[in-house]
Each structure stands twice: as C-alpha cells, then as structure tokens.
C-alpha cells in the first residue's frame, strides 16, 4: 500500500481528500504544519509527500528544502492556490516533482500519485560520466570534482534525455509532452530559459555542447 503524507491546514479540505484517498487504497497520514509533517516524514518515511504552501510553523517550500536535504528521491507534490508563474517555477526549483493548482479533481491527484511513485519504484541508482562531470540521477546531483550541484527532477531527467540521445536532435514538443504534460506556462521561452540554466552547470567543460535547433528542439554534444 502505498503510503501517502498529505500535509494540508484546511482542515475540511483535509478531510476530503483524505477519505478520497484512502478510498483509492491509500495509507494517509494527515498533518495541518510543515514542522509536524517533517516529524512524521522523518520517522514514518512516506513514499509520497503532498503538501500545501501556506502553511503555519512551516511553509511548503521550507517543508520541501528539508526534505530534499534528506531524501532527494521521495517525490513531492505541490498542492496550492498559489497559481503564479513564479510560485510554479520556485516549486519545481526546490524540487518538486508535480504541482497542481487549486480547486483541482481528486481523481486527478490519484493519477499523479500513481504516476510517480510507480516512477519512483521502477528507479535505480544510475551514474552517467558526461564529460568532466557525473550525474546521479538518483539523488539528483552533478558534480564537478569536488564541487555539487543540487538539481531539480526535471533537470534530472531532461538531462538524462539530452545524453542518452546525445548527438540527436530531442524534440520541444517532447520534451514539453514527457515532463510538463498540459502545462501551457512551461513552452516556449519558458523552456528556453530552462535550457539555459542547464547550459550553465556545464560552463566548466568546453567540449559540452546544449544546442537549439531553430523550430525542432535541441540538442547534446560532447566533442
């Protein structure tokens, strides 16, 4: 059974979706704080965290850092009225796998629950040597020697693509289809942007290239 931290402070709300999950087959444990909840993370060890933002005694994103300081694998869903572009992208940034906007469908929730702890699951412990640098996807590091970037699932996970079809053009709309589904925020510049970030964490190795192909997508080479 797979068991479901679920950190909310409305307390009606709460129990809704408590009982919805529970009736899907879900162990929920329910906490109103993020400091209660990471209490409970701590000792119980979920294999999921769904979790609001504003929160009392502890916010989401606060909740979350300390999380990913511990387990860099549990995937972590955002669950939050904070609709902003920015909240978004702080979200994912932290290292959130998921972020769904409220009012939301239970039903939908279920889905992308089942969807990335059965991910979560089927993950092994990879390390790809990509250049000068090594990537662990599953603790979602890159380092350099002796330096360590903390990356976000995503990154994680584009990167990967990027080099297991390096030399190969992986096309936008893929890549906005495999790890952004609906989300119409993250197209377009917005993914630019995104590349551009992953671009910087390799400035230290020069044979490392992330190129645009104008209208295709882009792609990795390592000369």
Do not use: C
């Not at 230290?204 to 104008?214: C, G, P």
């Amino acid at each position: 059974m797979i068991k479901v931290l679920y950190v909310e402070d409305e307390v009606n709300l709460a129990l809704i979706v408590s009982d919805s999950l529970e009736d899907s087959g879900f162990e929920v444990i329910h906490r109103e704080n993020g400091f209660d909840a990471l209490a409970v993370f701590k000792r119980d060890k979920p294999d999921v965290i769904v979790m609001d933002i504003m929160m009392p005694m502890m916010d989401g994103y606060t909740l979350a850092t300390e999380v990913r300081r511990i387990d860099p694998q549990v995937p972590i869903i955002f669950l939050s009225a904070l609709t902003q572009a920015e909240d978004v992208v702080k979200g994912f940034h932290i290292g959130a796998n998921d972020y769904i906007r409220k009012p939301f469908k239970v039903e939908e929730l279920v889905v992308r629950i089942e969807a990335l702890t059965k991910r979560a699951m089927r993950s092994t412990a990879m390390i790809y040597n990509i250049g000068d640098y090594v990537l662990d996807t599953n603790r979602n590091l890159l380092s350099h020697g002796s330096i360590i970037e903390r990356l976000s699932f995503r990154e994680t996970e584009l990167i990967r693509r990027l080099y297991e079809n390096k030399e190969v053009v992986v096309p936008r709309e893929e890549i906005i289809k495999t790890y952004w589904k609906d989300d119409t925020y993250f197209t377009g510049r917005s993914l630019d942007v995104f590349i551009s970030r992953i671009r910087k964490y390799f400035v230290k190795d020069d044979r490392i290239r992330i190129t645009n192909v104008r209208g295709v997508g882009y792609i990795m080479k390592i000369s």
